[in-house]
């Protein structure tokens, strides 16, 4: 399939799924945070095609064109769309990467559908252990204001820094690219056991890990770092926070890039 947007059904299950393909090259499939499209992953995927890989970016339920979810969706029902798309689209099993929302997703991709993911890249790690790594309840509080177009743009950019990110990064470029359509999808992953999919299959897993997350606490990252021992590779960036994308673009795109190449 060419470079541009497409359109992925499966009718038995009533769902269509837009993507946004670049390049040529081994697959790369982009799963982004909640909330967010495929737009977030613009500079990583043509770093991606220069660097010599196709990248696949999902607009997941909710976004753009996408089917929006049912009020019952579920996680495995979430693997199953990451698995329509690369079933749809790639060359065979292909590398996955989840932001935020998106690497609970790629994890459990991983672990409930594994005939079609080769290895697996998130950033940050987090969301399966939260009653020992919480988020602060006044960073949860300003999430929902952060696409609240009811609020004045100094109000959202306020709420963007706190919960999203780092000192001296800049807010205003998530003021735009929100989808509240597919806010139903976090519900999938807080109502699934994390014991069924927090190790992500057995596949190799890059860990990046930002240090100034206010979502996502780097000893959860740390943690399970350490748990899958040589199938891990953690890294941590300084200066960066849960938006991670827009904070660090280089740096992000050079160590994916890295990764994949150490895993052809």
Not at 109 to 129: D, I, S
Not at 206 to 218: C, F, G, K, T
Request: glycine share 10%; net charge negative; proline share 9%.
């Amino acid at each position: 399939m060419s470079a541009g947007a497409a359109l992925i059904e499966d009718p038995g299950r009533n769902v269509q799924l837009e993507v946004l393909i670049e390049g040529s090259g081994p697959d790369v499939v982009l799963v982004p945070s909640a909330m967010r499209g495929a737009a977030d992953f613009a500079h990583l995927q043509a770093a991606l095609a220069a660097a010599g890989y196709r990248s696949v970016a999902i607009n997941p339920r909710g976004v753009r064109r996408s089917t929006p979810p049912p009020d019952d969706f579920t996680l495995g029902e979430a693997a199953d769309d990451v698995a329509l798309v690369i079933s749809g689209v790639c060359h065979g099993p292909a590398h996955v990467v989840g932001h935020a929302l998106g690497n609970i997703f790629a994890r459990a991709t991983a672990t409930y559908r594994p005939e079609v993911v080769k290895t697996l890249a998130v950033m940050p790690c987090g969301g399966h252990n939260l009653l020992a790594h919480p988020v602060a309840p006044e960073v949860i509080a300003h999430v929902a204001r952060c696409h609240d177009e009811a609020l004045s743009e100094e109000e959202r950019v306020e709420s963007l820094r706190v919960a999203f990110f780092a000192p001296g990064n800049d807010p205003k470029v998530w003021l735009d690219g929100w989808w509240p359509a597919s806010s139903g999808l976090a519900k999938s992953a807080l109502s699934t056991d994390p014991e069924e999919w927090w190790r992500g299959g057995t596949v190799p897993m890059l860990i990046v890990q930002p240090l100034d997350d206010a979502m996502a606490s780097p000893a959860a990252g740390r943690e399970v770092a350490a748990a899958l021992g040589n199938r891990a590779t953690y890294v941590e960036v300084p200066g960066c926070g849960h938006a991670i994308l827009p904070e660090q673009p280089e740096t992000i795109a050079g160590l994916i890039i890295t990764f994949l190449r150490a895993h052809p």
